[in-house]
């Protein structure tokens, strides 16, 4: 592999030679550590078969190690300065980047177009801060048949995606991705790895995603655990009776689940909310 991007002078070389500043309303942060961006690819590939797609690829920091790694990489950049730095800076003859903001793309078109029989799909990305959540949301409710993804975030982003019942970061967001993957963090990674640095630290996460949904209509059970956490200090029985608009419907489904009424929705794991819903589907729906 020729000189790694993601170091402080490469960096700087590149921007100067292009003329590039970061634009911040794009979420610009280049990593400046190669041993962030080689954990981050080792962490998001399994096998160099893999077809992997990268959102935002920026001057390449990342996305040098993902080419070198996989067969095949697809970025995403929205930034229509970056396709030409990228072909020229890494000449790599695996790599496709498609200009287009990523949550405007027809992911699921792009996917079967470069997916070949029997290949895994992997998503790899230092993330745009700005759009963290909406761009793993539709990740997770894509049709498309995603193997993982493997991000970097904002710290306290991950640490709801990863929390578990009883932490003071656990919510619905932490619930629904349980429901959908099985999500672990990768490392803390110090915002002085960055340029510009950003006023925050970060933590990579990866999510493997999960094939078979256990309940019915998805779309109801996300609304109820949604509802289960509106008032975080109210009981589960206060937040299901404003969500059903019936007081003594809230206590039968609770009692048919077998959970206490005085219960908090953060102190309760994915497979309870699962029961709650599947006891009661007939009566909720
Ligand atoms: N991967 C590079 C790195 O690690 O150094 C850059 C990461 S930087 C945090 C985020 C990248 O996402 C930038 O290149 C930015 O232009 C790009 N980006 C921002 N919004 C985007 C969007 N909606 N769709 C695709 N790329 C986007």
């Not at 996917?111 to 790899?124: L, N």
């Not at 967001?173 to 790895?193: A, E, F, N």
């Not at 009692?255 to 589907?281: M, S, V």
Request: some cysteine; aromatic content about 8%; hydrophobic content about 40%.
């Amino acid at each position: 592999m020729q000189e790694a991007i993601a170091t402080v002078r490469r960096t700087r070389e590149i921007q100067d030679r292009y003329g590039l500043q970061a634009k911040k309303k794009f979420g610009q942060n280049f990593i400046t550590e190669p041993g962030v961006v080689e954990k981050i690819a080792r962490s998001a590939i399994d096998d160099p078969s893999d077809l992997v797609f990268e959102i935002g690829p920026g001057i390449g920091a990342l996305t040098q190690f993902l080419c070198e790694k996989a067969q095949k990489v697809v970025a995403f950049e929205v930034d229509p300065r970056l396709p030409e730095i990228l072909q020229a800076e890494l000449g790599a003859d695996n790599l496709t980047v498609i200009l287009q903001d990523f949550l405007e793309a027809p992911v699921e078109d792009i996917i079967d177009q470069f997916c070949e029989p029997g290949q895994k799909v992997r998503f790899a990305s230092n993330l745009p801060y700005y759009i963290t959540t909406p761009i793993l949301f539709r990740l997770f409710e894509s049709g498309a048949d995603i193997a993982s993804v493997t991000a970097m975030m904002q710290k306290e982003v991950a640490d709801r995606f990863t929390a578990g019942p009883g932490s003071p970061d656990y919510n619905a967001l932490s619930v629904i991705t349980r429901y959908r993957t099985h999500v672990r963090k990768v490392m803390d990674v110090s915002r002085q790895v960055f340029s510009p640095r950003p006023n925050v630290d970060s933590a990579v996460v990866r999510f493997d995603f999960i094939k078979d949904h256990p309940v019915r209509d998805e779309k109801l059970f996300i609304d109820m655990v949604k509802a289960c956490f509106v008032q975080r200090r109210k009981t589960i029985s206060n937040n299901l009776r404003q969500w059903l608009q019936d007081k003594e419907l809230a206590a039968k489904i609770l009692e048919k689940a077998g959970i206490d009424p005085a219960a908090r929705a953060q102190n309760l794991d994915l497979e309870t909310f699962i029961r709650l819903y599947e006891e009661n589907y007939e009566d909720i729906r």
